[in-house]
């Protein structure tokens, strides 16, 4: 079982990368854009339609002034977006080289996205935005694909121009097979070609559709990284984020740990055979549902780095124990 890690801060990597391990589980872009970017992406996009209108309103205004601070030394604001998040990504890649880095596409949801400069132009109020427009679903949205089209440019930059073709893209949220071709064919627009210099796709498994069809996502994607906590919470049925039934939410429940162990066995038994990590919190938590993972015959276990060192120890018995 290899050992990785979830690593979400670029200016980290390289400490980090000292501490024993076989790469990177999760790689977190909303970091980088939160911290190092700070704009929504369509804003830079429509940044000269943004300027007219900024003369008649103040608010506009307001966002052009925040976006000129932000993005000193660039004309073109798009390039701004790819630069800064090619840079992030690309330190984290090279860290852990030569190792994999699979970095996740951008997993906002609509109020973490309004929270960016410029957000309010161009996010809807929802309700329930933990399912609502995020992950794939926006990807191939036209109103949001030149967005997602920005983030496959800086990932083909990192990989391409800087060499670190240890990079590996991962969809998040992906509700159905037909939306993992609709993605994969808007990567293909922007130049992000599965397959070539050997790109490999990845997708979360966090909806208990990818567990279910599990068969059909193989078609498409290299492997699966399991997100315990959307999953766990979307099994359940439950919002972790209310008080009121968050005691309910357990990564340990058995009904979770049978999805996990179905869709291990589905991607496993897949011609070609396919990869499947985890990159949720609980192997970090609970040392029993790491051994759980070892025994259901899991690929890779991705770690917050302080719990790295222990784990691995826990994991190196528990194969003992399995003669493995």
Sequence with gaps: TQIMMNVGVP??????????????GLAREEFIINSHIGIHPLALLEYKTLEKKAAKDKKIAEVIKKIDERS????????????????GIAKIAAGFYPNDVIVRMSDFKTNEYANLIGGYLYEPEEHNPMIGWRGASRYYDPKFKPAFGLECIALKKARNEMGLTNIKPMIPFCRTPEEGRKVISVM??????????????????????????ADQFSEIFDGFSIGSNDLTQLSLGLDRDSDLVAHIFDERNDAVKRLISQVISTAHQHHPRRKVGICGQAPSDFPEFAEFLVECGIDSISLNPDTVIKTRLKIAETEQRLGR
């Design 72 to 87: 000193i030394g660039y004309d073109d604001k798009m390039e701004f977006f790819v630069d800064t998040l090619a840079r």
């Design 188 to 213: 293909n627009e922007y130049g992000l070609k599965q397959g070539e210099n050997g790109l490999e796709v990845y997708v979360m498994c966090e909806i208990p559709s990818n567990v279910i069809v």
């Design 11 to 24: 200016e980290q990597a390289f400490q980090q990368g000292q501490i024993p391990n076989n790469g990177v």
